[in-house]
């Protein structure tokens, strides 16, 4: 994609308006950016996504105040690129999209953990004795037998909630795992199956070694993951930390 000059793309692609504040709705606005290469083709993304955003087809800045912030940062970023070789790396999600609990939708007997400190405050709150039952520091193979998520520690202290599902079925695995990794939410163990056609996302097959830890298995590879415990047995793989 050929790169214009600030004042350029600002003419070409951005128009002011006089609202006092912002009045942009972001609310159906995924985390998961789109693969696009040109300017036209992320604005009729975005229309879709929040179309308080665009406006005949630009991007619309609510006030002059804005607009100058937004101008001067381009300014600071065609500076900054400008006649050097760096391989710029295009993002593919939008960083710290959730930050606070309110950012997620609310379902009946779930908890929401923004970060690990707040996934280690509500460990406080269970019994200590119990706390083997919350967080497991290693995997059974008879864990597919369970129906509720439970929580295992990897030996990089990763935290990962695993999801049974019913029948154990690969693709509702995968279905709960492409949620997870788009909007954050956990289906749960009867999720409705995604049709092949829509999981375009890769995945990598993860099951366990002699010392029960994940390890990955076969070929596959994506950001998506799944457990096999067996032929036609699997489970989601769901990262609570990196």
């Given at each position: 994609m050929?790169?214009l000059?600030?004042?350029e793309?600002?003419k070409?692609y ?9 009045n ?13 290469t040109s300017p ?8 879709l996504q ?24 381009l ?5 900054e ?5 760096t391989?710029?790396?295009?993002p593919d999600r939008?960083?710290d999209?959730?930050?606070y609990?309110?950012d997620?939708k609310g379902?009946?007997s779930?908890?929401v953990?923004v970060?690990?400190q ?5 460990l406080?709150?269970?019994?200590q ?19 509720q998520p ?7 202290n990763?935290?990962i ?5 019913a029948n154990?079925?690969?693709r509702?695995?995968l279905t ?8 954050g ?9 995604m049709?092949?056609a829509?999981l375009?996302?890769g995945y990598?097959i993860?099951?366990l070694d ?6 990955k298995?076969?070929r ?14 699997y489970?989601?793989i769901?990262?609570l930390?990196?």
């Open positions: 050929a790169q000059p600030a004042l793309f600002v070409q951005l128009t002011v308006g006089q609202d006092p504040k912002s942009y709705d972001l609310s159906l606005l995924k985390p998961v950016l789109p693969r696009v036209k083709q992320a604005l009729d993304w975005l229309a929040a179309p308080s955003v665009v406006r005949d087809g630009k991007f619309y800045i609510y006030n002059q105040e804005f607009y100058q912030k937004i101008l001067y940062f300014y600071q970023l065609s500076r690129i400008t006649g050097q070789e391989k710029m790396i295009i939008i960083a999209w959730y930050r609990s309110d997620f379902f009946p779930n908890t953990f970060d690990l707040s996934f280690e405050e509500w406080d709150y269970q019994d004795t119990e706390r083997s039952v919350y967080l497991s520091q290693r995997l059974e193979w008879n864990d597919n037998h369970r129906q439970f929580f295992y520690m990897s030996p990089s990763q935290i909630m695993i999801v049974n599902v154990a079925d690969r509702r695995a709960i795992s492409h949620s997870w990794y788009t909007s939410i956990n289906p749960g163990f009867y999720a409705p199956l049709e092949e829509d375009k996302l990598t993860y099951t002699i010392n029960h830890h994940l390890t298995y076969g596959h590879q994506g950001p998506l993951s799944i457990l096999r415990y067996a032929p036609n047995n489970a989601a769901l990262p930390t990196d």
